[in-house]
């Protein structure tokens, strides 16, 4: 079976306790979080902190303490740090990347969220390239509209990022792009075109999670995503008990479609990561 890379986004900075009490907040939570998610078939984490109020923080401390210690338990995991805007400062989104996570997320255009505007002005998006180039942090594209993949090219073009960037398209959010699988055959024509070196995966918002992910594996895709930040529920009055609960839901859904989670050696060299030299706390790469 082929080997698909299995990304868990375990926090976010919209869902609270109120909202399910396994969502982790802490770093020692998110910690533990990550290591079910890895134990379970994870091979990347998608990382966004937060402050003990539990409001979404930049601070370069706590993306390190949660880095060291994901790297210490899930040794070879690949750690995305969330450069996202809501409810960040513009000027501290790029804190951390100084940290040289091994990606970061980065979206290369504006766009409408349910209650407020997602703003990624070009200025922006091309100090965060710049950042992540000089930090050799391997960018995840966010294509919330069509017109993001030009975005994507035109940081391609000024020679920002490489020819060969990892992308997802973000279906569910209310006032972006619908959850409609016919929008995925056109996302995915464009994306071949635009950028035919990329690796791709696809994100579903909520209830959607799920269906998004079985589209992905029908057109094998790179990657699949779950985990607490997009679904907090297994099903409509089912909350799910952990990140690791939908990680497991999602590698049952790669063995009905012909693929199994990637170890993190192979989620490494599929999307195109320096492989893992060792596996203690101070963890090097090639």
């Avoid at 995305?80 to 951390?96: E, H, K, L, V």
């Avoid at 070009?122 to 975005?151: C, N, R, T, W």
């Avoid at 089912?238 to 590698?251: C, D, F, P």
Wanted: overall charge negative; aromatic content about 4%.
């Amino acid at each position: 079976m082929r080997p698909v890379v299995i990304a868990v986004a375990i926090t976010g900075s919209v869902p609270r306790k109120k909202d399910n009490p396994a969502v982790p907040i802490t770093v020692a939570e998110q910690v533990e979080s990550t290591h079910e998610a890895y134990e379970a078939g994870a091979s990347l984490v998608h990382l966004h902190v937060r402050n003990p109020d539990e409001s979404a923080s930049s601070s370069p401390q706590l993306f390190a303490a949660a880095m060291e210690g994901i790297r210490r338990h899930c040794p070879g995991m690949i750690v995305q740090f969330s450069t996202g805007g809501r409810g960040r400062d513009q000027n501290a989104r790029g804190a951390a990347l100084h940290l040289e996570p091994d990606m970061a997320s980065l979206a290369t255009g504006t766009v409408n969220f349910p209650s407020i505007i997602y703003e990624n002005a070009p200025a922006l998006v091309d100090q965060l390239a710049a950042s992540m180039k000089e930090h050799a942090v391997l960018p995840e594209i966010e294509v919330f509209d069509l017109s993001h993949l030009y975005g994507m090219r035109r940081l391609m073009d000024a020679g920002l990022i490489n020819d060969r960037p990892h992308v997802q398209f973000v279906m569910g959010i209310r006032n972006a792009l619908p959850v409609q699988e016919h929008l995925l055959d056109l996302l995915l024509a464009e994306l071949r075109r635009v950028a035919p070196k990329a690796t791709w995966t696809a994100a579903g918002i909520g209830r959607h999670q799920n269906d998004v992910i079985q589209w992905v594996l029908q057109r094998q895709g790179d990657a699949v995503r779950t985990g607490l930040e997009d679904n907090v529920r297994i099903d409509r009055d089912t909350l799910a008990g952990s990140n690791a609960e939908l990680v497991r839901i999602a590698a049952e859904l790669c063995a009905r479609h012909g693929a199994r989670p990637a170890t993190a050696a192979e989620a490494r060299h599929l999307l195109g990561l320096p492989a893992v030299t060792h596996t203690r706390a101070d963890v090097r790469f090639a």
